[in-house]
């Protein structure tokens, strides 16, 4: 049986009513993430403590250079607690409000791929904060023993820390990617596999720019995860 050639719960509504829903529903998840901040931001101050000695050396001196520096990363902090605990809520109203314009094959897809999605996402966050961070931190200010003690602005350590989590996790969403690129045929899997070096080139240089480091070890690190995850792509696509 064909489908029509509109969503069958799919209906003309004037811009202003889509707008108008549009804005009910971000006030509701604003209004979610503003009162997860106010429980959070208490607590923040532990949080920012807690990642922050994980990752970098004892040897180093946390600094805050500008008066409102720290106040600043824990707000950061407060913020990212609020959406992480709030994302469900995010993703059920960003889903009601495209719903009504899906077919129920796109709905099924995006209910099945969404766990998979933040799944990846949190695998890659993870490995940048317990692998990867200190790792970084530890051989470029791992001065432990000599005349120089490094003193970090704790605005720019934290920063840092969350760009490699979030540049991870990022990162982790390739093979999502590449099997919906396959799968709605933007790209061919065979044309993949015979541009397999190429691939390669420009996944070295994503890593670059995505991980900068000059002892050049988390590039090569991205880079082997970017590799792996293209591998693996292919060869989900080749199984679905």
Not at 60 to 88: N, Q
Not at 114 to 129: E, H, N, Q, T, V
Not at 196 to 214: K, M, N, Q, S, T
Request: charged share 15%.
């Amino acid at each position: 049986m064909h489908e029509t050639s509109l969503p069958p719960n799919d209906r003309e509504m004037p811009l202003s009513e889509h707008l108008r829903e549009l804005r009910d529903r971000l006030l509701v998840v604003l209004g979610v993430t503003i009162s997860l901040m106010a429980i959070a931001f208490p607590f923040s101050g532990t949080l920012v403590d807690l990642m922050v000695k994980h990752v970098v050396p004892s040897t180093a001196i946390l600094t805050a250079y500008e008066p409102l520096e720290l106040f600043k990363v824990r707000i950061m902090v407060s913020f990212i607690v609020a959406v992480a605990i709030g994302f469900p809520l995010l993703v059920y109203e960003a889903f009601r409000f495209a719903a009504p314009g899906l077919y129920k094959h796109e709905k099924r897809f995006l209910v099945m791929i969404l766990p998979f999605s933040i799944a990846l996402f949190a695998l890659g966050a993870g490995l940048a904060y317990f692998v990867t961070m200190p790792l970084f931190f530890s051989l470029v200010f791992g001065y432990e023993g000599s005349l120089v003690t490094p003193e970090l602005s704790i605005g720019q350590t934290f920063s840092i820390i969350m760009n490699f989590m979030l540049g991870f996790g990022v990162v982790f969403q390739v093979p999502l990617i590449v099997v919906m690129a396959i799968k709605m045929g933007l790209v061919k899997r065979k044309t993949l596999v015979d541009s397999r070096l190429v691939a390669y080139g420009l996944l070295a240089g994503f890593a670059v720019f995505i991980a900068p480091d000059p002892t050049m070890l988390s590039q090569l690190m991205v880079g082997a995860v970017l590799i792996l995850l293209f591998e693996a792509s292919l060869l989900l696509a080749k199984l679905v």
